[in-house]
């Protein structure tokens, strides 16, 4: 099945590591993918995304103008890419980043509680996991294991105690989503 996913938040919030992580676990599973990042200036505090398509067939286009998936972590994010969501598609966001929650009715929207979760567990530097784990909950489309080995090949060494903290708050986000119950 095919995903056209957009990742977007503030830079410092792991947004393009998450979208670069989980394309890589989809090619170890031998899919088509693109990654398509786009940021401002600044490395941290600027708006910051990533378009990833994960496919079993060729992909013909990296460009979007419409997402199956909008993983959104900030209100800005929001209120850029909620309108950018297919009808029938998913919306995640994290609850910290967000003060007016997503209004359609159209698509299903899921509420993850990751900045909260990381502070109460101390484990801040896997936020983005958290945020990752809800939406392999939500749509699979590559296995936990394909992610922590893209993990592994990704992160530095020197960073490579963090992969069983990484594994716990995948792990953890799967089971922190909620769905957003909204009535048209």
Same mark, same amino acid.
């Given at each position: 099945m095919k995903q056209e996913i957009i990742i977007s938040g503030f830079g410092g919030q792991g947004v393009l590591s998450m979208g670069k992580i989980l394309a890589y676990a989809a090619l170890m599973e031998e899919k088509e993918v693109t990654w398509m990042p786009a940021y401002g200036p600044e490395q941290r505090g600027g708006t910051a995304n990533v378009t990833v398509i994960i496919s079993p067939e060729p992909i /013909?286009?990296?460009? @979007? /103008?419409?997402?199956? %998936?909008? &993983? @959104?972590?900030?209100? !800005?994010?929001? *209120?850029?890419?909620?309108?950018? $969501?297919?009808?029938?598609?998913?919306?995640?966001?994290?609850?910290?980043?967000?003060? *007016? %929650? !997503?209004?359609?009715? *159209? &698509?299903?929207?899921?509420? $993850? *509680?990751?900045?909260?979760?990381?502070?109460?567990? /101390?484990?801040?530097?896997?936020f983005n996991m958290f945020i990752l784990g809800a939406y392999l909950k939500i749509h699979p489309i590559v296995k936990v294991e394909s992610v922590m080995k893209a993990l592994?090949?990704?992160?530095?060494?020197? =960073? =490579?105690? @963090?992969? !069983?903290?990484?594994?716990?708050? &995948?792990?953890?986000?799967?089971?922190?989503?909620?769905?957003?119950?909204l009535q048209p």
């Open positions: /013909s286009s990296p460009i @979007l /103008s419409s997402y199956d %998936t909008a &993983i @959104l972590l900030n209100q !800005p994010s929001l *209120d850029k890419f909620q309108p950018k $969501v297919k009808n029938g598609g998913t919306l995640i966001y994290d609850s910290f980043g967000i003060m *007016d %929650t !997503p209004t359609r009715t *159209d &698509i299903t929207a899921y509420k $993850v *509680d990751a900045m909260t979760t990381a502070a109460e567990m /101390s484990m801040m530097k896997c592994r090949k990704s992160l530095p060494e020197r =960073h =490579h105690h @963090l992969l !069983p903290l990484n594994e716990q708050a &995948i792990l953890k986000g799967m089971d922190i989503v909620t769905p957003l119950h």
